[in-house]
């Protein structure tokens, strides 16, 4: 049965909040909570979407990923039949753009390109989920689990409440841990295909192997690479993206609404 929402068609607060689960994904981290949406039109059940990145010489595969995650994104909202993306003030917007909002594949926009979207996804997705191994066990530590139980800790171990519990069968002994970086592992755990594979660990080696307790310091060593590689890119990205929205500088775009 269509709701009145469902006729009428979304908000741009829900928008907004379906556009806050996008991430950018070399930093990982939401492209509202990065500041790169620049508008949100809702008319009725059709919603159009402007964003800009920091530069305008950013990665064509992640602005692709980023378009065509925003499109999908929104368009799963119940009252959304159709969402356009619009790419601002980047090199190749004019592929992107077209490519996106048509429906076309990667490789058919960007028939030159040396690759495709799944390869470059997967690679930056095993660096999210590195980064959030680490603050995830990094939490676990400091409920105060050994290196030991957390090396050993399975899917079925762990009790997502509020707070997350973490349960280790072996010592019969539950500790309460903070959710959001828990559930932000899982997340990405799950997107990776970790709890689909054959292993029951919690934790994986960044190959995706389970960690041996003898190696656990070196693996949070690694994890935490990525967590301050990122970091680093993400505070670039910001200097970048506050030195382009600047009040001195010259519109985003000759157009003043998304097309």
């Known amino acids: 049965m269509s709701t009145h929402t469902d006729r009428l068609g979304t908000s741009e607060r829900a928008v907004r909040r379906r556009l806050d ?3 950018d994904p070399e930093l990982d981290e939401s492209i ?3 500041d790169y949406v620049d508008e949100i039109a809702v008319e009725g059940r059709q919603v159009r979407v402007a964003f800009t990145l920091p530069t305008a010489w950013c990665s064509p595969a992640f602005a692709w990923m980023m378009a065509t995650d925003a499109r999908e994104a929104v368009e799963a909202l119940p009252g959304v039949d159709r969402a356009r993306i619009r790419l601002r003030e980047h090199l190749h917007e004019m592929e992107i753009n077209e490519g996106v909002n048509e429906g076309l594949a990667f490789a058919e926009a960007f028939p030159d390109a040396d690759g495709g979207v799944a390869e470059v996804r997967a690679t930056l997705d095993a660096k999210a989920r590195l980064a959030r191994q680490y603050d995830a ?28 519990v973490a349960f280790v069968r072996e010592r019969s ?10 559930e932000s592992y899982l997340e990405k755990a799950r997107e990776t295909g970790l709890v689909a594979d054959d292993h029951p660990e919690l934790f994986r080696t960044p190959e995706g192997d389970p960690i041996p307790v003898d190696r656990f310091e070196l693996i949070q060593h690694r994890c935490r690479l990525a967590t301050v590689n990122m970091g680093g890119q993400g505070s670039v990205c910001d200097a970048l993206n506050e030195a382009r929205r600047a009040e001195n500088r010259p519109p985003l775009s000759p157009e003043e609404h998304i097309p």
């Open 137 to 164: 066990v990094e939490a676990l530590l400091e409920a105060g689990l050994d290196p030991r139980q957390i090396a050993t800790l399975e899917f079925t171990d762990l009790w997502i409440d509020d707070p997350a």
């Open 32 to 34: 509202v909570a990065l």
């Open 21 to 23: 689960r996008v991430t």
């Open 173 to 182: 002994v539950g500790v309460s841990v903070a959710a959001d970086p828990v």
